[in-house]
């Protein structure tokens, strides 16, 4: 019993020799793929960061812009206003001066034709009797 306890102790350790050569370069292995991710990482993080700090300053940029933007507008529609009461002015003014002045002028340009035809008139039946 003493043999195959030997023999069973044997193989034991052999295997265990077996399984350390296999999994010490498995580890290493493992261990350059952790600093090459790491590595790649901290290049990630760099470049990163400075898109994140180029986005903000875009962003900030845009902010401004929009801020300008908003304050054209605002301009804008004041002076759309303006001019809306200077249209509304300028068209009462008109409604007034032709108010005035048209009723006089109709009636002197139909007092000129009835004076054109009479003349004409006259001027026909003068000119027809010779």
């Given at each position: ?49 400075l ?6 300053k ?29 249209t ?43």
């Amino acid at each position: 019993m003493a043999m195959p306890l030997q023999i069973a102790l044997f193989l034991a350790s052999v295997a265990i020799v077996i399984f350390v050569m296999v999994c010490i370069p498995v580890m290493l292995q493992l261990r350059n793929q952790a600093v090459q991710a790491a590595q790649s990482l901290a290049e990630l993080k760099a470049e990163v960061s400075l898109l994140v700090q180029d986005s903000r300053k875009m962003l900030a940029g845009v902010h401004d812009l929009a801020v300008r933007v908003h304050a054209q507008v605002a301009d804008a529609e004041q002076v759309l206003q303006a001019v809306r009461g200077w249209t509304t002015r300028v068209d009462r003014v008109v409604e007034e001066v032709g108010a005035a002045i048209a009723p006089p002028i109709l009636t002197a340009a139909r007092n000129f034709q009835v004076v054109y035809k009479g003349i004409a008139k006259f001027f026909e039946t003068f000119l027809n009797r010779n």
